[in-house]
T-cell receptor
Framework: QKEVEQNSGPLSVPEGAIASLNCTYS??????FFWYRQYSGKSPELIMF????GDKEDGRFTAQLNKASQYVSLLIRDSQPSDSATYLC???????????????FGKGTHLIIQP | GAGVSQSPSNKVTEKGKDVELRCDPI?????LYWYRQSLGQGLEFLIY????????KSGLPSDRFSAERTGGSVSTLTIQRTQQEDSAVYLC?????????????????FGPGTRLTVL
């Protein structure tokens, strides 16, 4: 059974600092990795996706993937109070003909940016 | 208005009643997913449709749950004889293609959800 693990938090980070969110997954066949942000009472919204080992940067966000260690992380630079939300890590087999059961989501990390 | 839409946004029902939840995916998206999110919990996969293929029902929690997708577009999730533990937000997502191609197009976009409360 595919599992995605995240620290539930809350993770408290002062405004302007770097927030680091981590995720580990169990299925070595996983090919696609996503970070979603979910505000309280709202549906998840995609922040970033990454498929290759290494770093991928998009504005203040950097996703890091290490398939050998089976972890993926999200860094948020210059954290803002508006970044306070739950961050969901999702893993899929996508692109390899598998993953017909959709993405597997972690339970999310609750991030709080302190002004 | 090109996003995923769901209706109703809120549904309150009595235990034992049947409910139908609707999802209208992004135009052109062939893959459609249903998830359930209970209070304070992560997303629980329920069912997946890819085009006109038979759906993957491996996540449905019981035989009271069923879903259909007509014409490869709109989907309806039906819960029969609702129980209090069915109370949750039901989220629908669509993607351009399911995880069958090699172009990594399985980014899922979520609808606003339907909050179901079973009294």
């Amino acid at each position: 059974q595919k599992e995605v693990e995240q620290n539930s938090g809350p993770l408290s980070v002062p405004e302007g600092a770097i927030a680091s969110l981590n995720c580990t997954y169990s299925d070595r066949g996983s090919q696609s990795f996503f970070w979603y942000r979910q505000y309280s009472g709202k549906s998840p919204e995609l922040i970033m996706f990454i498929y290759s080992n290494g770093d991928k940067e998009d504005g203040r966000f950097t996703a890091q993937l290490n398939k050998a260690s089976q972890y993926v992380s999200l860094l948020i630079r210059d954290s803002q109070p508006s970044d306070s939300a739950t961050y969901l890590c999702a893993v899929g087999l996508g692109g390899s003909g598998g993953g017909a059961d959709g993405l597997t989501f972690g339970k999310g990390t609750h991030l709080i940016i302190q002004p | 208005g090109a996003g995923v839409s769901q209706s109703p946004s809120n549904k309150v029902t009595e235990k034992g009643k049947d409910v139908e939840l609707r999802c209208d995916p992004i135009s052109g998206h062939t893959a459609l997913y249903w998830y359930r999110q209970s209070l304070g919990q992560g997303l629980e996969f329920l069912i997946y449709f890819q085009g006109n293929s038979a759906p993957d029902k491996s996540g449905l929690p019981s035989d009271r749950f069923s879903a259909e997708r007509t014409g490869g577009s709109v989907s309806t999730l039906t819960i029969q004889r609702t129980q209090q533990e069915d109370s949750a937000v039901y989220l629908c997502a669509s993607s351009l293609a399911g995880p069958q191609g090699r172009t990594y197009t399985d980014t899922q976009y979520f609808g606003p959800g339907t909050r179901l409360t079973v009294l």
